[in-house]
């Protein structure tokens, strides 16, 4: 039952995000360099963070599917990704948003951050067509899983060879030598990024839950050897 | 590097509240409206499954009915007494 515990988790959701986003505007403060335009901060580096974790997370499941055959997996292997993808769009659309206030230009293709992150979700947007492509479903799964894997291996050797990478302009959000964020700013960091990431598994249970009552009205109509209405999704894994 | 070095906010002023606020609304703006998008497409497939549930429902007490009647007839044209 996927949509066990889907309440408290929603309802955790709601309250985290407004926690926070009261934390983001009345509680931490201005930054020195950037003023209010750092506000931006706060969305868009917990989206990314979630995004890229959410990345990993759907090569996890991926290996689940493989090593039991568990259906199951693929599903959930696939709302990850799926998730993950529509949390790159906003990173990639608030990230142009706060490039365009902070540097004047929405997208500089010589900074390491911005193009690694869009090379990661370029390859994750070809995970759709590369599913489409596969008529049998099982194949489709197993493959499926394959693709999940490796990008999901790539994305933390990708965020390595960034990190060691030499930036100018793009601020590293845990730093280094020169000490970290004063803590007003990096407990409402933390508390944003905790609600992304509960808003994230309440999308994906939700997803799933959906997807779960699809799947047995469907095998109800088997049952019934009544017609399958309507057009059946060829990409996104049946689950019941 | 010099092209970057040009895009280095490092001694302007920061943007003034009424310029910076359009950008951080845009980006919160962004944030809300996606999610809208994905809760609007989730809930028109809710709509579809419910339909469809409604569909399957309507079949299975078709198929009761006209299982109990044969049944119903056997009864009626016995013999009463």
Known sequence: ?240 | MLELAALLPLGAPALPLDEAGKYVAGAYVVFVVLLLVYVAIMAAKLGRIERDLGEVAAIAEERKETQVAPGREAEEAAPHG
């Open chain 1, 1 to 240: 039952m996927y949509g066990k515990g889907l309440k408290p988790l929603s309802i955790a959701t709601v309250a985290m995000l407004a926690l926070s986003l009261s934390l983001v505007f009345f509680y931490a403060p201005l930054d020195a360099d950037q003023g209010f335009v750092q506000k931006i901060f706060y969305i868009h580096v917990p989206l990314a963070i979630v995004a890229l974790v959410g990345f990993v997370v759907g090569g996890i499941f991926a290996i689940a599917h493989l090593r039991t055959d568990n259906r199951k997996w693929d599903a959930y292997s696939y709302v990850s990704i799926h998730l993950s993808v529509i949390f790159g769009v906003a990173v990639l659309i608030t990230g142009g948003i706060w490039a365009k206030a902070s540097w004047g230009h929405w997208w500089v293709w010589d900074e390491p951050t911005l193009v690694s992150f869009l090379i990661v979700f370029l390859l994750y947007a070809t995970y759709y067509p590369f599913r489409y492509a596969i008529e049998d479903r099982d194949r489709q799964a197993r493959y499926a899983s394959v693709f999940a894997i490796t990008a999901g291996a790539f994305v933390p050797l990708n965020f390595m060879a960034v990190r060691m990478a030499e930036s100018l302009v793009h601020p590293r959000t845990f730093a280094t030598a020169e000490g970290g964020m004063p803590g007003e700013m990096l407990l409402t960091f933390l508390c944003m990024l905790v609600a992304i990431g509960l808003l994230w598994t309440t999308l994906v249970k939700f997803e799933l839950t959906a997807k779960s009552a699809s799947g047995q009205v469907k095998r109800l109509r088997r049952a019934l050897d009544a017609p399958v209405s309507g057009a059946s999704s060829r990409i996104a894994p049946e689950v019941s």
